[in-house]
């Protein structure tokens, strides 16, 4: 059976940046089609600690942070080593407050700006979340924002199979539910369909590494921005460029980074450190997936444990699960998780003098003296998702590698081309919310315009 319907913008992908173009477009009066290949809105974005970084906004001010899209630009430079669209990067700074506000102020979304640690790369406190600090939160709220606009249609368990395109420019897509077929027309096409860090071909293919690690996503991101795109003549740009995470634990929950920004180390079966653990969790692990079996240990103390529960809900979910062990000393640790107690006992007193210097061996400037009891977490390394993708300009429209636009799409999130230029030690936390946020709302926005 074959259906035809048409609507002004079509959006696919109901994930953060789908959300958030199709409640900009719908705001400003355009009927929206929103299609999501599974049963549930959120995509990548229920994975995250829904932290969006933004900066001069009135939460930095109330705070007295001094802060400026020009200073976050080059933050963000400082980390990629300015390899990016420098021009696309600074786009996203420069919406990043308006952003912010427009979801706290329209959307509904209770905005708080962090101020108890600063991530790894940030020179200002710049990261702004809702208070459980959890992406779900920030997708339930959005879905119920998006129930309230009765020009949005919200359609799930669709699956996009092709785009529709004549003498060039994009009409739509063919969509397929069951054995339904379906054709929507639209004057806009926005692509918020996320990377392909499901798609095993394109992962061989553009980041062979990546294949070495599991993936932490949705198995419906299987790349197919990136295979429409490439028919289309789009340029594809920083395919190699992707987000890892060091802290997956044993009982499959995501350990916020901030137990090792805040003193914690990461030992792995031998004993023994072997990085940096105040770099950023994506750079930290290239080094886990080397160690044996790729395990690496967290651990910590009773400060930060406590720390922990309080502000991460993801955390305590991880200590519910019973993926945090209490194990008192290094001879526990040992016995517990049978790793060299020697080797052990000396990385923690080698640790505990690096306290009293200005570095160790390994570049770490940050310490703390850690004292029993002594807290662990088994962790992996873990892909979480793909950055690298169509190239847009700062309307978000797709160009074409002459430079020219593909009339009437738009991309955004993990199917737009990221900023956080090649490889994993590029990205800086925040970067893939952000693209995916500011995207969504660019797009949105132009599309509700046009």
Not at 56 to 76: A, C, H, N, P, Y
Not at 231 to 246: E, F, P, R, V
Not at 314 to 342: D, P
């Amino acid at each position: 059976m074959n259906l035809e319907s048409t609507v002004d913008v079509l959006v696919i992908g109901g994930g953060g940046c789908g959300l958030v173009s199709a409640i900009a477009a719908g705001r400003l009066g355009r009927t929206v089609a929103l299609i999501e290949k599974s049963a549930k809105l959120g995509g990548h974005t229920m994975s995250t600690s829904a932290i969006v970084p933004a900066a001069g906004t009135r939460f930095q001010s109330e705070k007295g942070v001094d802060d400026s899209s020009e200073i976050m630009l080059q933050d963000i430079l400082r980390q990629n080593g300015g390899i990016c669209d420098i021009n696309q990067a600074k786009t996203l700074c420069d919406t990043s407050k308006e952003l912010v506000e427009w979801l706290c102020d329209e959307c509904n979304v209770p905005i708080s700006l962090i101020l108890d640690f600063n991530y790894t790369g940030h020179s200002r406190f710049r990261m702004h979340t809702t208070p459980n600090r959890t992406g779900s939160d920030l997708i339930g709220i959005l879905a119920k924002e998006i129930q309230k606009l009765p020009n949005v249609f919200v359609l799930c368990e669709r699956s996009a199979t092709d785009l529709m395109v004549e003498h060039g420019v994009v009409k739509g897509a063919e969509v397929r539910a069951g054995n339904l077929t379906e054709k929507i027309y639209a004057k806009n096409t926005i692509l918020a369909t996320s990377g392909f860090g499901a798609n095993p071909e394109l992962k061989k293919k553009y980041i062979p590494l990546v294949t070495q690690m599991a993936y932490w996503g949705s198995s419906t991101h299987t790349g197919e921005a990136i295979i429409w795109g490439e028919k289309l003549g789009a340029d594809l740009t920083y395919m190699d460029s992707y987000q890892a995470h060091s802290a997956v634990s044993s009982v499959g929950t995501l350990v916020n980074w901030v137990t090792m920004l805040t003193g914690g180390i990461m030992v792995n079966v031998n004993g023994r450190r072997f990085g940096n653990e105040t770099m950023s969790y994506s750079s930290f692990a290239e080094l886990l997936v080397q160690q044996p079996s790729q395990q690496g240990f967290e651990i910590y103390d009773e400060e930060i444990h406590q720390h922990m529960l309080k502000e991460f809900e993801e955390y305590r979910q991880t200590v519910s699960l019973g993926g945090v062990v209490r194990c008192g000393n290094a001879a526990g640790v040992s016995t517990k998780f049978s790793i060299n107690e020697t080797a052990l006992g000396d990385t923690l007193s080698q640790y505990s003098k690096a306290a009293g210097s200005n570095t160790d061996e390994f570049g770490r400037t940050n310490f703390k003296k850690l004292s029993s009891p002594l807290y662990v977490v088994k962790v992996t390394p873990a892909l979480f998702h793909t950055q690298g993708g169509l190239r847009v300009n700062k309307h978000t429209q797709v160009l074409k590698n002459d430079g020219s636009v593909i009339s009437n799409l738009y991309a955004g999130g993990g199917a737009a081309a990221g900023i956080s230029g090649s490889g994993a030690t590029g990205y800086l936390t925040g970067n893939g919310l952000l693209s995916a946020l500011c995207y969504g709302f660019i797009a949105g926005r132009e599309c509700g315009t046009n």
